[in-house]
């Protein structure tokens, strides 16, 4: 794992001594256990017990002790955080079964070894004079035991539910229109769980040709754009401020990235904060984005590549309070660089003062086994291309909604996959939905799909447990009831944040598309959609082919999107669907009838 081979390289050249008392299997627990109090974040306990450790280690003379009772702790700690995190894939866990079936028993005989060795080691050689060094490996023990507790609360189990500047303003916005959006956002769609707000690109232009930074080769906001980003005495720009003011309202803020350094930076070589490197060391000029040239790539085998991703993260994630990066032209077949994830994946790692989303883009040329090797390295990560506003034919590169439907039933194996903070989302971009951009990018329109198309959209990004972004500007939401209604139905936004299993089970069959997604309380959500037929149309749902049970079957049918009780139906119930739209079912309290 390359994570791992970077950091038992780091630790191999500082602490020779200390590798060659200890065999290769101790040495990698130990590598996995410093890892593992790197990627935990409770802010003052973490703090505490990453410096016992790396005081320990660059000592050189590391107590067996110590260091075992701290391996066998976070592999406990390990072990409850994936059990954590994979939980909601595959239904709750039942953790006997998992022992039972010898992976979990396995990680068990590794502490206990562990625990074992700690305590040999302690009573033949410690307890006789080494109290300081015994009160040392408590200390680190109790400290990581508690912070597990802290990263168990604080992950997320959910896909993420927020805002994207991007199809309403066609970049970052300025200050006056995201303090706008965030207010709306706060009093229409906090309350059902929409917490981020992510500024996408441009936020540090000062004009076209010039970009703000602050000296270190780090973009840092316009101070046209954001006049409250302006410090005094010359200081750098800093999006600190606005980031308080999002997390007063209750959000949660977020910016875009690119992958590489700006070519302003390299032109003016910029030095690398924390090494005595510069812009021109680690930039590989030859490769910039293909869609936005401004970026040149990292050289990533260069002693300086991590230490720029580093400043980056440690500036953004650990200064100015962001809780959310997407990170551009980095991931899909295409824009894919996988050295480059794997290294932002570890900066936002030593980011000891908040969890941090990470989010990979663009998607394009995206395929499932890709997406199975990378998805452990972010939160979410799209699957696709741009989504537009176009059910079909469309007038822009990109990908319609109608294409998504035979795209999402390839991942659904991926989702809620273990991730970098929790569970990870197969991401097939924002919703296109109110008022957007306009296809000339020269003014604000309604979106081009029509009602059905977007309740649709809607249906299959919440059964799918796509990431719920909105991509039309909120301070329109309070006049336009019908995309408010889209956005706060509480049934949907609960198929999204709580079914579980989502699947295909119908694909183009005479036009239509039927999903089902697994209620935590025992009912089945089926979503019907009419995408390739011109006219209404009918789909007979079979009770026994959703539910999984013997018939015949008198089950409850609820229309979803009304949030209306049918009433007992018998073995079957039809959906009369209009062309290009849909409807939702939660089918429940099934029973066998004579």
């Known amino acids: 794992m390359a994570v791992m081979a970077l950091t038992r390289s780091t630790i191999a050249d500082r602490t020779p001594r200390f590798l060659n008392r200890m065999n290769t299997a101790r040495a990698a627990s130990g590598l996995k256990a410093v890892l593992l109090v790197l990627r935990l974040r409770s802010p003052s306990l973490i703090e505490t017990a990453r410096r016992t ?46 022992l039972r079936s010898g992976g979990i028993s396995r990680e068990f005989a590794s502490i206990f070894s562990h625990v074992t060795l700690a305590y040999n080691h302690f009573t033949q050689r410690i307890m006789p004079s080494s109290l300081p060094v015994l009160f040392c490996g408590v200390l680190l023990s109790c400290s990581l035991v508690l912070q597990c507790t802290y990263a168990l609360r604080s992950s997320r189990t959910s896909p993420p539910m927020g805002w994207n500047s991007y199809d309403s303003l066609l970049g970052s916005g300025n200050e006056t229109e995201i303090r706008d959006n965030a207010q709306a956002m706060a009093k229409l769609l906090l309350p059902l769980g929409w917490d981020y707000l992510v500024l996408d690109a441009g936020w540090y232009f000062e004009n076209a040709s010039f970009v703000a930074t602050d000296g270190h080769a780090r973009l840092v906001p316009s101070k046209s754009l954001f006049p409250s980003s302006v410090k005094p005495n010359g200081a750098p720009n800093s999006f600190k401020p606005l980031a308080d003011y999002v997390h007063s309202l209750g959000l949660k803020f977020g910016i875009h990235v690119m992958r590489g350094i700006h070519k302003q930076i390299v032109d003016a070589n910029e030095p690398i904060l924390g090494t005595s490197y510069r812009a021109k060391d680690i ?91 990378l998805q452990q390295y972010a939160d979410q990560y799209r699957i696709t291309d741009d989504l537009w506003d176009c059910w079909g034919p469309c007038y822009v590169d990109g990908v319609t909604v109608q ?192």
């Open 53 to 98: 450790m790396q005081r320990m280690i660059l000592m050189m003379d590391v107590p067996r002790f110590t260091f075992c009772a701290g391996c066998a702790c976070l592999r406990l700690s390990a072990w409850l955080i994936v059990d954590r995190r994979t939980e909601g894939k595959r239904g709750p866990t039942n953790k006997l079964a998992r």
């Open 283 to 373: 930039a590989i000029q030859s490769d910039k984005c293909v869609w936005w040239d401004d970026f040149y790539g990292i050289n990533m085998t260069h002693p300086a590549g991590q230490y720029y991703y580093n400043s980056l993260l440690s500036l953004y994630g650990g200064e100015w309070g962001i809780d959310f990066i997407k990170v551009d032209c980095i991931f899909g077949g295409r824009d894919g660089h996988t050295r480059d994830i794997i290294a932002v994946s570890n900066a936002i790692q030593l980011v000891q003062q908040r969890e941090i989303w990470l989010s990979l883009s663009p998607g394009l040329g995206v395929t499932p086994a890709y997406a199975a090797q």
């Open 403 to 594: 294409q998504a439907f035979d795209t999402l039933p390839n991942y659904t194996s991926l989702v809620g996959m273990r991730g970098l903070n929790g569970p990870s989302w197969p991401d097939a971009d924002m919703m296109p939905l109110g008022i957007i951009m306009d296809p000339g990018h020269t003014r604000q329109a309604p979106t081009n799909l029509t009602r059905d198309e977007q309740i649709s959209l809607v249906s299959l990004w919440s059964i799918f447990r796509n990431p719920l972004i909105f991509g039309g500007d909120m301070r329109h939401l309070a006049g336009d009831s019908f995309t408010l209604g889209l956005l706060s139905n509480p049934e949907i936004i609960s198929i999204n944040q709580q079914a579980e299993h989502p699947q295909a089970l119908v694909v183009n069959q005479l036009g239509f598309y039927v999903w089902l997604s697994y209620q935590p309380e025992g009912g089945v959500y089926v979503a019907v959609f009419n995408v390739r037929n011109a006219q209404s149309a009918s789909y007979t749902i079979s009770f026994e082919t959703v539910t999984r049970k013997q018939g015949p079957l008198s089950c409850q049918v609820r229309d979803v999107w009304a949030r209306k009780d049918l009433g007992s139906y018998k073995d079957t119930c039809t959906a009369n669907t209009p062309s290009h739209g849909a409807q939702v079912f939660l089918i429940s309290g099934c029973s066998k009838t004579n």
